[in-house]
C-alpha cells in the first residue's frame, strides 16, 4: 500500500465521520425539537447581567437601610471634624 492509497483512506475516512456527525447532529435536533425550542427562547430572554442574589437581597430590605446611611453621615462628619482640627 502506497502513501498516496493511504491519503485517499485518510480523506475517505475523514468525510464519512464528518457525514456521520453531520447526520447525527440533524437526528438530535429533530428529535428533541420541543425542548430544545423551549431552552433557546428561555436563554434568550434571560439576563446575563442580572444577579439573582441581588434581586433577593432587594427583595427583603428592612428598614434598617436608613441607619446604614445615617453612619455613612456620621462616618463623613467626622472626617470633616478630624481635618479641620489637623489644620489648626
Known sequence: MGGREREKGALKS???V???L???WVTME???KPWLDRLRSSIARSDPAADPDDADAAAT???DDSKEVD???VEED???IEGSQ???
Do not use: E
Open 30 to 32: 429533530t428529535a428533541f
Open 14 to 16: 475523514a468525510l464519512v
Open 18 to 20: 464528518a457525514g456521520g
Open 22 to 24: 453531520a447526520l447525527a
Open 86 to 88: 489637623s489644620s489648626d
Open 78 to 80: 467626622v472626617k470633616v
Open 61 to 63: 430590605a428592612t428598614l
Open 71 to 73: 453612619v455613612v453621615d
